[in-house]
Nanobody
Framework: QLQASGGGSVQAGGSLRLSCAASGITSISHHMGWYRQVPGKQRESVARISSGGSANYADSVEGRFTISRDNAANTVYLQMNSLKPEDTAVYYC????????????WGQGTQVTVSS
């Protein structure tokens, strides 16, 4: 399972760091990522990092957010800087393995609220 932490409330321009630790999963050969969702909208991809360490970002967070992973701890992080009110959402971590044995897991979600 995935356990996410690090959400909270900050003012615009502030920073937060999200963490998501995978337990009960022995392999590190999977992609990891962060998604977010606001009420009434579809869940959207924020940042993803491949099993090889390549990262990609949504245009809306490029240059402000940084995704990283610690394979020894099977943990993914999301450093969020220069936060904006439009970043307010529930953030979910995800791990996905697209080759056999395939699997996908979601974290429970952590609320991020940015006030203006």
């Amino acid at each position: 399972q995935l356990q996410a932490s690090g959400g909270g409330s900050v003012q615009a321009g502030g920073s937060l760091r999200l963490s998501c630790a995978a337990s009960g999963i022995t392999s590190i050969s999977h992609h990891m990522g962060w998604y977010r969702q606001v009420p009434g909208k579809q869940r959207e991809s924020v940042a993803r990092i491949s099993s090889g360490g390549s990262a990609n970002y949504a245009d809306s967070v490029e240059g402000r957010f940084t995704i990283s992973r610690d394979n020894a701890a099977n943990t993914v992080y999301l450093q969020m800087n220069s936060l904006k009110p439009e970043d307010t959402a529930v953030y979910y971590c995800n791990i996905r393995r697209l080759w056999p044995p395939q699997y996908e897991y979601w974290g429970q979600g952590t609320q991020v609220t940015v006030s203006s």
